[in-house]
C-alpha cells in the first residue's frame, strides 16, 4: 500500500463522510510524518455503526472480503483485484464513552493527529500507538515502528522489546 494510495483511501472515506482513524504501520508513518517502510495494507478504525456504509462504498470501488482466521464482524479485511488491502477495527461507545463493543479503544487513543504525503490524517495518538504495538506475539514490523516513534519522540523503548535490540547488537 503506497502513500499515494493510503491518501486515496483517506480521501474516498472523507468525501462519504466516514470518519476514520489510521492504527498499525500507516499511523505510525502518519505520526511520523513520514513512509519509513512498505505496508501491506492500511489499518483503520471506524465507529460500529459505520460499517455498512464502508463496506457499500468498498465494494462500489472494487474491494471485496478477504477471509482471516481472525475475522469477525467487528475486525475484517476487504481488498481489491490490485492487492490493496484496508484492514477495519470498529468501536462502538456507551453513553459515558466507554468502549462498549468491537475493538477496546479508549476514547482518547482516537485523537492522534499525523499526516500522510503532507495531508492531514487523523490516527491513534502517540502514547496509545506505542502502547497497543504490545501484549502479542511481536514482529520486526512492530519493533521498527516503536523504535522509530521512541527515538522520534524521546520515548523510552518497552522493554518487551529488549530480545529485538540484542539481535540488533550481535
Known sequence: MTAQAALNLVNLFELNRIEVILDGGWGVDALLGE???AHADLDIVIAYGDVSRLRSLLTA????????????EVNFVMG???GHLVDIHTYTLDRLNHPEQ???????SLN???TILGYPVRCIDLENMVKFHSGYTLDENDYY????????FGI???????AFEA???E
Open 35 to 37: 513512509e519509513t517502510r
Open 61 to 72: 470501488n472494487g474491494y471485496e472480503d478477504v477471509p482471516h482466521p481472525d475475522t469477525r
Open 80 to 82: 481489491d483485484e490490485l
Open 102 to 108: 468491537g475493538l477496546d479503544y479508549p476514547l482518547e
Open 112 to 114: 492522534g493527529v499525523g
Open 145 to 152: 515502528d516503536v523504535k522509530a516513534l521512541c527515538q522520534r
Open 156 to 162: 523510552p523503548l518497552p522493554a518487551e522489546y529488549e
Open 167 to 169: 539481535r540488533e547488537v
